[in-house]
């Protein structure tokens, strides 16, 4: 058994109730046995062992009084995972669904990711199992007061910068930026996706939708294809899928297709984004009700099932959203791209699936950083006292996208797996940590 893959056994009989930590680890691990093979000093620096353990993890009580007076508890957590690059780094989710392992996904996920951005940020990720979702404003507040009330002793601007996730928006993030001033007194760029009067950067809210079509449209010139003119399929109706379908749209494409957790809507004649907008960004309401806005559209219940026909595929939802008879049905349909704007949307079986039928496949640590690539750039200007225009953001975050496509293009090169943009996103990521952590010693 090869040292890698005696790594990945440690790490599943260590690790038995967090598949999700395990499922990225599978990826990147198996990314990475080339690698190992050409560089010893990897093995002998134990640093497969080291890059799997989180620095730190903090899990905390979140007591908060709903609007009947009744005391709620929720768990809350924030993952440390690696410091080697620069500060921790990474959002926060607030979803029912978040547990230790879903964290420790993410923020493992986060170091390579980060990394790839060229810019100096660690990888971490924190959330909780509070559910935003039919809570008062008085009760978000409640909660995310009491959540920052523990989190403020862990982070910083130069410590641990966190920022939003699914379920956290600008709302969530401006209450717990008030309660880290009241607490410690300082005001200072601890939280990204800041409100633009007080400290956000311009093209934050933008920025992993627009950086994922930047990626995609590099990846598909680069192999003589088009975004303009394709049709394409989006999951998620949220941050990173809205500002995906802006860009798609602004790029040519038609966008055919959104979803949420209780539906799917299929717009022939392309989706409306100012009525997608109203529905969840004004109301946070379903999508059930995009009909009243196009009577034309379907609406389905459910599960999106990836059955549209479409050129190219964009995953913008949750982990494990495209599972392998998703992908049959996309391979079937003539898809020729899918490019992750969600963190592991894809199963590992229904990537094999993807790329086995030379569909390209770019994957989310690389096609998703550009939300956190922004992020850095809002702690670049925080720290600079300064603001820079929208245009600036968005070309800095485009050229951004541009590199981290021929980064991993050339890292699977490198290692002769030419088209393999999984692997050479591993590669390309892991290479600038690891050998930070080496000259940082044992620690
Ligand atoms: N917001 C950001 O800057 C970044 C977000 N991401 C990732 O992108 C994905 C979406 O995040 P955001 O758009 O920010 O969150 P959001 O909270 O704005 O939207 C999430 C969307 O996914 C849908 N969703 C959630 N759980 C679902 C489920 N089980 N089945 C179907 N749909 C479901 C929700 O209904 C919503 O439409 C997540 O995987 C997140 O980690 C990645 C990089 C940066
Ligand atoms: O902007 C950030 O720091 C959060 C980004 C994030 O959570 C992600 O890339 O998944």
Redesign the pocket.
Known sequence: MSYVSEQLEKLKAKNPNEPEFIQAATEVLTSLEPVFEANPKYQENAILERITEPERVIMFRVPWVDDNGKVQVNRGFRVQFNSAIGPYKG?L?L?P?VNLGVIKF?GFEQIFKNSLTGLPIGGGKGGSDFDPKGKSDNEVMAFCQSFMTELCKHIGADTDVP?????T?AREIGYMFGQYKRIRNVYEGVLT?KGLNWGGSLARTE??GYGLLYLTEEMLKCNGKDINGATVCI???????IYATQKATELGAKVVTL???TGWVYDAEGIDLDAVKEI?EVKRGRLSEYKNYRPNAEYHEG??DWSVKCDVALP????N?LNADDAKRLIANGCYAVAE???M?TTLEATKLIQEAGLLFAP?KAA?AG??ATSALEMSQNSQRLSWTFEEVDAKLKNIMVNIFHNIDNAAKKYGYEGNYVVGANIAGFEKVADSMIAQGVC
């Open positions: 959002g989710r979803h669904s993410l920022a939003g996730d699914i379920g928006g996706g920025a992993t999951s998620g109706a949220g941050n990173v899928a979803s949420d957790s969840k599960k999106f913008c939802a949750t982990q959203e704007g969600a963190n949307p989310g998703n939300g956190v």
